[in-house]
């Protein structure tokens, strides 16, 4: 700065040190320093959407290759990542990829170490999404000056998502198998398995086929996995925990595994059955080596065989493991060939026949059963020359080969058949059994084949005579299976019951029952299961029910589990108008137990919300005096839950007192809708039942005023004076925090705006937002939401720029960064049609 009379100290205050230099005549040499801080105030005083239209001008144009100035402008948007979007979504002009090149600005894309930002993240976007389809030649020079093996693995993932997700879109289905292959230069742990199984299944497209054995290749790489041993022995605490391994196919990849392979690589079996056959067998064979090592196979013990219960679809293997993928793909490729290439097929048997696998060893014996070059005879004479009959690790697979052939053997191979059997298994396959245990193997074999071919004369015979010797042995549901585990499903209410006899006996025997059952014990017998029963037996019969409600009443029955069973039967039933008098005349007693009025409100509540087999209009009156009793004989005095809650509105809703104050709003809709004239107000008895819930101190008192506070726009259409009088105070904050939060919470998710009670509730709108942003209130989060939302259509409601008004922008400060975020999107969203200033507020927000 220029020399000049005075002190410079206050300058030191803001950290800043002058520098003076003498004042000279004619130019100012340092003009541009001047100028340049004009336009730094310039671009500070421009607003978010005046660089969102600049930048999309460049975008659509092309870059500022001449102007140091806006190169500069555009380099800075690109850093932005609230800016940058706006570009990547219009820019479709390729000349950009060297503007940002020159930049340095693909650097981290090109660097398999980087973390990229989320600004390089929109960049990988823009590149694959809107160039990609169309400018793949000039891509791929890039990669190839930058790195072709050097992928970033975002930069990966973002490829793979446009060729998986948009493969059948114009242009990307056309490059896809190139952009497949540059993905393969790359290491195959620069995409996790589930993304190489997604590209396998989109293999669909044209040209892509050759590609499917290299991609199933990558997918199907084995996952080792180390877990916690689980035993049944109690471990010391000076013992290191055991571990165990496992060897798994990646889960995450599942499901597109199963894709692919109904999709590319089943319908093209013949083609790809060499390479796949292949794949599979060293996968197998490496997961049993990987096992092996670690002691955990070995000595016929397979535990990926022994996961498996059948190499043939069975029920046992439903929810098969992930690994499991991999032996129904060695199945169906031998299955293949036998069809297409029965010798090769048979080549494939005897290799894995003769491998120490047990997984494979099974595949080949199941194949084997139906292998079309071999003879019933030759493959029986090959299991009896290999001594599979009772070799344990491949029983599945021999009894299900017996099951296949013995129809078909002649009566010499039948008895050359029974005689090995009889003979029993040789000394290294009965190592370690007993006698006993060895007549067993032979019992359930023979037992096995008779119950296959219950006509073979020589089947039954063997049976027979064995369950002679043995006569306390029988077969077991899965012979065949080494382990097998029985059904499982959910117990019905009121499982192991008899309805028809419960229903042909007084209603009274069976609450007799309920009143001595245990609480635990057999679940049949248990107090919980026999009172789950009462909903049904009621619907069955609504004599019944009638007299089960009586009942219960005469017996003065005050548990609150059978009212509610009881209560919940009444919900559920479809009587008949002439049935209807009878249920609502043995409800309508006021002799009840107050738990049965407890329960009753929901019942109600469901009734009224019935569109057909609803409470006859004749009974509707007596129906209302039912739920006035609710509240004079249980609602009233119900006590007040301490608990706290992040949500009054849910708790609201499955509460007595919330179903309550929701009965009497759609009865006060129905007579409103009911009348051919107009009703003026809230009529009584609903005026008086709806003051009383507003005035009450109970647990159910509080929980209906959050009902009737989310209805109070409706309320003050119908009647103004009840609704300025009784609702809105409850929103008052200063009046009482704990009813104004309740009533808050339940107008914030169901309530809307109209303009005539926008005013009076203004003043508590606005400190609840206060209340959100100090965190004072519950569940602040997700509430703030719902704030955003109501800050938005209060703008569009009011007539005058909201701008204006001090309220908005003290909202506005007051409320949580992305609330504001939320409350900018949302005006976009409403329906603008139905308010004032639509047009006002997005002037205002732009």
């Known amino acids: 700065m220029s020399n000049f009379e005075g002190s410079t100290t206050h300058w030191h205050f803001l950290d800043i040190q002058p520098v003076l230099y003498p004042r000279v005549e004619g130019e100012n040499r340092h003009q541009a320093l001047a100028d340049g801080l004009e336009k730094w105030a310039l671009r500070c005083r421009q607003s978010f959407l005046d660089n969102v239209r600049r930048l999309t001008q460049y975008a659509k144009s ?56 989320n600004c390089d993240g929109l960049i990988a976007w823009w590149m694959t999404r809107h160039l990609l389809a169309d400018n793949t030649p000039r891509l791929l020079r890039l990669i190839q000056e930058l790195g072709p093996d050097r992928l970033n693995p975002a930069f990966c993932h973002q490829i793979h998502s446009t060729l998986a997700f948009l493969k059948h879109e114009k242009g990307v289905s056309d490059v896809f198998p190139t952009w497949v292959v540059v993905l393969l230069a790359q290491p195959s742990n620069r995409l996790p398995r589930q993304s190489w199984a997604r590209l396998l299944a989109a293999c669909e497209v044209e040209g892509a086929l050759p590609l499917a054995c290299t991609l199933f290749e990558r997918a199907t790489e084995l996952n080792v996995v180390i877990n916690k041993h689980w035993s049944f022995a109690k471990e010391s605490s000076s013992q290191v925990p055991p571990v165990k391994f496992d060897v798994k196919l990646d889960h995450e990849a599942a499901y597109h595994l199963d894709q692919a392979w109904k999709l590319v690589l089943q319908p093209n079996l013949p083609k790809l059955a060499p390479h796949l056959e292949q794949i599979v067998t060293q996968r197998i064979m ?32 439903e929810f098969p493991d992930d690994f499991e993928y991999l032996i129904d793909v060695a199945r169906d490729i031998v299955a293949s060939y036998q069809t297409h290439s029965p010798h090769r097929a048979e080549a494939i048997i005897w290799s894995w026949l003769e491998r120490d696998v047990t997984l494979l060893r099974r595949l080949a014996i199941h194949a084997l059963a139906r292998q079309p070059t071999l003879t019933q005879e030759q493959i029986i004479h090959e299991c009896l020359e290999r001594k599979l009959l009772f070799d344990q690790s491949v029983r599945t697979e021999v009894y299900f080969l017996l099951r296949q052939m013995y129809a078909s053997l002649g009566a010499e191979e039948r008895e ?3 005689q090995a059997i009889e003979a029993g298994p040789d000394e290294d396959q009965s190592r370690e059994r007993d006698d006993e245990d060895k007549q067993w193997m032979i019992f359930k074999l023979i037992g096995w084949i008779a119950q296959g071919d219950p006509s073979c004369p020589l089947a039954k015979s063997k049976f027979a005579a064995q369950q002679s010797a043995h006569p306390k042995w029988g077969l077991s549901e899965h012979p065949d299976l080494l382990m097998w585990t029985s059904g499982f499903g959910f117990v019905a209410p009121g499982a192991g019951l008899d309805f028809e006899a419960t229903l042909n006996k007084p209603a009274q025997e069976f609450l007799q029952l309920i009143g001595t059952a245990p609480p635990s014990g057999r679940f049949e017998e248990r107090r919980d299961n026999l009172c789950s029963a009462l909903p049904s037996l009621m619907s069955k019969n609504i004599d019944w029910a009638v007299d089960c409600q009586r009942a219960a009443c005469e017996m003065g029955i005050q548990d609150d589990d059978v009212w509610q069973y009881i209560c919940m039967g009444w919900r559920d039933v479809k009587p008949s108008e002439g049935q209807w008098s009878q249920i609502v005349a043995v409800i309508n007693n006021p002799a009840a137990p107050a738990p049965f009025f407890l329960r009753l409100p929901d019942t109600l509540e469901a009734w009224a919300k019935r569109k057909e087999d609803g409470v006859p209009q004749s009974l509707l009156a007596e129906t209302d005096d039912v739920a006035l009793m609710c509240w004079q004989k249980a609602l009233r005095e119900d006590p007040v839950s301490s ?19 929701e009965y009497l709003l759609l009865r006060l809709d129905a007579i409103r809708k009911s009348c051919d004239a107009k009703i003026d107000g809230i009529p009584e008895p609903i005026r008086g039942a709806l003051v009383e819930i507003i005035h009450g101190g109970s647990g159910s008192g509080e929980m209906g005023r959050v009902i009737i506070a989310a209805q109070v726009r409706w309320l003050h259409a119908i009647d103004p004076g009840f609704a300025n009088a009784e609702v809105m105070p409850l929103f008052d904050w200063c009046a009482d925090a704990k009813r104004a939060e309740q009533c808050w919470h339940g107008f914030l998710d169901w309530g809307h705006w109209s303009p005539p009670i926008i005013e009076k509730l203004l003043p508590g709108f606005t400190e609840t937002v206060r209340r959100l942003a100090s965190h004072e209130e519950e569940d602040s989060e997700r509430m703030g939401e719902r704030v955003a939302g109501h800050l938005a259509a209060l703008c569009l409601w009011r007539g005058s720029d909201p701008a204006a008004h001090d309220w908005l922008l003290c909202c506005i400060r007051t409320m949580a960064v992305e609330n504001r975020r939320s409350f900018v999107v949302l005006p976009s969203k409403l329906d603008k049609s139905q308010c004032c200033s639509g047009g006002l507020l997005m002037g205002w927000v732009a």
């Open 286 to 317: 490496q997961a049993n080596a990987i096992l092996r090592v670690v002691d955990r196979a070995g000595d016929g013990y397979d535990p990926l065989s022994i996961g498996r219960s059948s190499i043939e679809p069975h029920p046992q293997d």
């Open 62 to 117: 092309g870059p500022p290759w001449g102007d140091p100035e806006e190169q500069d402008f555009v380099e800075v948007c690109f850093s932005d990542s609230e800016l940058l979007p706006h570009f990547v979504n219009v820019c479709r002009n390729v000349e950009w990829l060297d503007w940002i090149q020159q930049r340095g600005l693909l650097r981290n894309l090109f660097n398999p170490e980087a973390t990229l930002s």
């Open 643 to 661: 608990e706290a809650t992040k949500d009054w509105l849910s708790k609201a809703i499955n509460h007595p007192g919330g179903s309550y104050a």
């Open 416 to 418: 050359l058949l029974f």
